[in-house]
């Protein structure tokens, strides 16, 4: 299957800090790349659609102005929690689409702990 | 918005037994249906994907039947063993394009 990086890992930051994960698709090329929020022993949530060269697609409920995203080349999108509160700590997990084959492939995660 | 329905929530199962994760989706107009394999504390890794022009796909010890009239698809995991346990999420397309739903997921234990 085709690799997906995440970076950083893990991370912890005071509340009221900005923090940004990339997310690196290492073999392919990926016009759309996936953000996804996974809470303890739950599904993953679709936070928003990032597709190079234009603006996030967010979900219904997720505020595009704290979750910042930007797509900037066809291997790497970004992902910024800004002013982070305690209640954003979560699992981010990203995810990069294939075309050719219609597959989504995931990243490690990013385990995001607000003090 | 696409659901998908998957059960059963946990599983237990024996070594060397077989494993069965079901799940059920409405109506959609594409024809991909995925399941991930995930492990505490990592993403998910796409397992087997399957799409409906065929009834079964199988790959090694991982098979996906799939009901296009019933709009069901399942898991099989052939004799389980204990490096399988892990959660396990179907998916499928939703809302046009690329976008995937994902089921609540299933936890699979297989105990020695």
């Known amino acids: 299957g085709a690799v997906v990086s995440q970076h950083p890992s893990r991370v912890i930051c005071k509340s009221g800090t900005s923090v940004k994960i990339e997310c690196r698709s290492l073999d392919f090329q990926a016009t759309t790349m996936f953000w996804y929020r996974q809470f303890p022993k739950q599904s993953l949530m679709l936070m928003a659609t990032s597709n190079e060269g234009s603006k996030a697609t967010y979900e219904q409920g997720v505020e595009k102005d704290k979750f910042l995203i930007n797509h900037a080349s066809l291997t790497l999108s970004t992902l910024t929690v800004t002013s982070a509160h305690p209640e954003d700590s979560s699992f981010y997990i990203c995810?990069?689409?294939?075309?050719?084959?219609?597959?989504?492939?995931f990243g490690p995660g990013t385990r995001l702990t607000v003090l | 918005q696409q659901q998908v329905k998957q059960s059963p929530q946990s599983l237990i199962v024996q070594k060397g037994g077989i494993s069965i994760i079901n799940c059920a989706y409405e109506n959609t107009a594409f024809d991909y249906f995925p399941w991930y394999q995930q492990f505490p504390g990592k993403g998910p890794a796409l397992l087997i994907a399957i799409r409906p022009d065929v009834s079964e796909k199988k790959e090694g010890r991982f098979t996906i039947s799939f009901n296009k009239s019933a709009k069901q698809f399942s898991l099989h995991i052939m004799d389980s063993q204990p490096g399988d346990s892990a959660t396990y999420f179907c998916a499928a397309p939703t809302g046009g394009g690329n976008k995937l739903t994902f089921g609540t997921g299933t936890q699979l234990k297989v105990e020695l």
């Open positions: 995810s990069a689409w294939r075309g050719a084959y219609n597959e989504q492939f």
